[in-house]
């Protein structure tokens, strides 16, 4: 059974401190990736990795950095945590195939509070 | 970059009704439409997708219809249970690799 597992299941940090969320898949997948979740935003996408070391930024990575140095593991950073990074995060991963499948499986979330 | 806009973001239907959401893309080069159904506490998953070589899909009361010239696709579910209540999120594919999903539509079936 497909498994992706994310470090916390809540978090409080205060605003200034580094803040680490982590993400393990157990599927041998290639991509991975980071949104974070807004009502009335949905899914936005912050970085994804197509293999290990390598990475690409999406459509809001102000803020956040990531790292990933074995294939199952993808680490978000958030170098000094502020207010406005107060929300749901949510780790995926999927096979890296040109024709398919293209399915997502996601973790369970991290919801983070800055305070 | 590829903009996935989806409406409405709220929808409330009566039991046994139909439900339709619709969502549009602006990247023509967008390849492949998936819909996800997050339930209330839960991770999204996959209900059903489809590729830009076909018009519909068909599975069971979920069907999705592409229409690649006006770039929309929508979600259709019939015979609505109380089970379908959930935020459905639509995504286009915008690159090799990664998705560009809709601000979701929260549906709510009342028994």
């Known amino acids: 059974d497909v498994k992706v597992t994310q470090s916390s299941r809540y978090l409080v940090k205060r605003t200034g401190e580094k803040v680490f969320l982590e993400c393990v898949q157990d599927m041998d997948h290639e991509n991975m990736f980071w949104y974070r979740q807004d009502p009335g935003l949905g899914l936005r996408l912050i970085y994804f990795?197509?293999?290990?070391?390598?990475?690409e930024k999406g459509d809001i990575p102000e803020g956040y950095s990531v790292s990933r140095e074995k294939k199952e593991r993808f680490s978000l950073i958030l170098e000094s945590a502020s207010t406005n990074q107060t929300s749901m995060y949510l780790c995926?991963?999927?096979?890296?195939?040109?024709?398919?499948?293209?399915?997502?499986?996601f973790g369970p979330g991290t919801r983070l509070t800055v305070t | 970059g590829e903009n996935v806009e989806q409406h409405p973001s709220t929808l409330s239907v009566q039991e046994g009704d139909s439900a339709v959401i619709k969502c549009t893309y602006s990247d023509s080069a967008s390849n492949y439409f998936p819909w996800y159904k997050q339930e209330l506490g839960k991770r999204p998953q996959l209900i059903i997708d489809?590729?830009?070589?076909?018009g519909e899909k068909k599975d069971q009361r979920i069907a999705v219809t592409l229409n690649k010239t006006a770039k929309h696709f929508s979600l259709h579910i019939t015979e609505t249970q109380p089970e379908d209540s959930a935020v459905y999120f639509c995504?286009?594919?915008?690159?090799?690799?990664?998705?560009?999903f809709g601000s979701g539509t929260r549906l709510q079936v009342q028994p």
């Open positions: 995926a991963s999927s096979l890296l195939q040109a024709a398919g499948p293209y399915e997502q499986y």
């Open positions: 990795s197509y293999d290990v070391k390598m990475k």
């Open positions: 489809i590729r830009s070589n076909v």
């Open positions: 995504a286009a594919k915008r690159s090799r690799r990664a998705l560009t």
